[in-house]
């Protein structure tokens, strides 16, 4: 499965974007849980917010209210809505899926990532 994601730009404080993250070559694998995570310059990657196949949804606490997750099964897509950027919401975002692929013997759980989209954010 690979992972492409795309909507990444240069906003002002205070702006809105939205991150789409596509997954293609699925095949048989099921994508269960997706998530975005980001990673700002010198700092840890640390996960934004997941959503399952049934669409149940989590979010870092610090940005709960101010992004939401969605997620079009039929379309291998999760969506990211980011409102009210903050200069300190600057950063690489990258789209995380877990997908399982089964064979007769046994299920394998596969993390992918995408190569990351740049949001900056300009006070």
């Known amino acids: 499965v690979q992972l492409v994601e795309s909507g990444g730009d240069l906003v002002q404080a205070g702006g809105s974007l939205r991150l789409s993250c596509v997954a293609s070559?699925?095949?048989?694998?099921?994508?269960?849980?997706m998530a975005w995570y980001r990673q700002a310059p010198g700092k840890q990657r640390e996960l934004v917010a997941s959503?399952?196949?049934?669409?149940?949804?989590n979010y870092a606490d610090s940005l709960r209210g101010r992004f939401t997750i969605s997620r079009d099964n039929a379309r291998d897509t999760i969506y990211l809505q980011m409102n009210n950027l903050k200069p300190e919401d600057t950063a690489v975002y990258y789209c995380?899926?877990?997908?399982?692929?089964?064979?007769?013997?046994?299920?394998?759980?596969?993390?992918?990532w995408g190569q990351g989209t740049l949001v900056t954010v300009s006070a």
């Open positions: 070559g699925r095949m048989s694998a099921t994508i269960n849980t």
């Open positions: 995380n899926a877990e997908v399982a692929v089964a064979t007769i013997e046994r299920t394998t759980y596969l993390q992918e």
């Open positions: 959503i399952t196949a049934t669409h149940s949804t």
